[in-house]
């Protein structure tokens, strides 16, 4: 069965203390990764799509990255608006989601 | 564009009863997704549609769930009779029907059954 992970599943890091969450996948045929992030109280909001192995794309301070097995959502000089819920999700049929990593970004 | 609309916000009731959660999707979108959100499992997808049929309910975890969606602008989720552990989120997103493009969620229904 397809299956999304994401790691950590929280991380409190210091406002400037850049890191990166990571989302792995066992999927066949892998079409593409989405990036979401979600706010409390509110549906998830979508970031980026990527499409194939090597792939980059960036907004802001987020920068995410695909490999054949692996997506990372690099977060550089994080500020505290940036504190959400991060998910990603695989965009086969059913769109199957990670459980997320709940960012924390301290003042 | 008003995104993806969906009511009510917040729904408290009792345990037995019927709960109906509504949903609009973004005009010109032809797919629509429903899921449901807690602590535990994440976001689980419950049932999608493409062009207005049910193409996958794998995830409806039992026939007290139903949804229907009568017209491309309005769908609906029923729960009935409601059980405690109905409680979550529960969100309806939509999409157009095509290779890789993303869902556009609602802001969610927070469902408490006592």
């Known amino acids: 069965e397809d299956q999304v992970t994401q790691s950590p599943e929280a991380l409190r890091l210091q406002e400037g203390e850049s890191s990166s969450l990571n989302c792995s996948y066992t999927?066949?045929?892998?079409?593409?990764l989405f990036w979401y992030r979600q706010d409390p109280g509110k549906g998830p909001e979508f970031l980026f799509t990527?499409?194939?192995a090597g792939e980059e794309k960036e907004k802001e301070r987020l920068k995410a990255t695909l490999t054949k097995k692996e997506s990372f959502l690099h977060i550089t000089a994080p500020k505290p608006e940036d504190s959400a819920t991060y998910l990603c999700?695989?965009?086969?049929?059913?769109?199957?989601f990670g459980k997320g990593t709940r960012l924390h970004i301290l003042p | 564009d008003a995104g993806v609309i969906q009511s009510p916000r917040h729904e408290v009731t009792e345990m037995g009863q019927e709960v109906t959660l509504r949903c609009k999707p973004i005009?010109?979108?032809?797919?629509l997704f429903w899921y449901r959100q807690t602590m535990m499992r994440g976001l689980e997808l419950l049932i999608y549609?493409?062009?207005?049929?049910?193409?996958?309910d794998s995830g409806m975890p039992e026939d007290r769930f139903s949804a229907k969606m009568p017209n491309a602008s309005f769908s609906t989720l029923k729960i009935q009779p409601s059980e405690p552990r109905d409680s979550a989120v529960y969100f309806c997103?939509?999409?157009?029907?095509?290779?890789?493009?993303?869902?556009?969620f609602g802001n969610g229904t927070r469902l408490t059954v006592t």
């Open positions: 999927v066949s045929g892998l079409r593409g």
């Open positions: 997103a939509s999409r157009q029907d095509r290779l890789r493009s993303p869902l556009h």
């Open positions: 549609f493409n062009n207005n049929v049910p193409i996958d």
């Open positions: 990527l499409y194939s």
């Open positions: 999700a695989v965009p086969e049929d059913k769109i199957i």
């Open positions: 005009s010109g979108h032809n797919s």
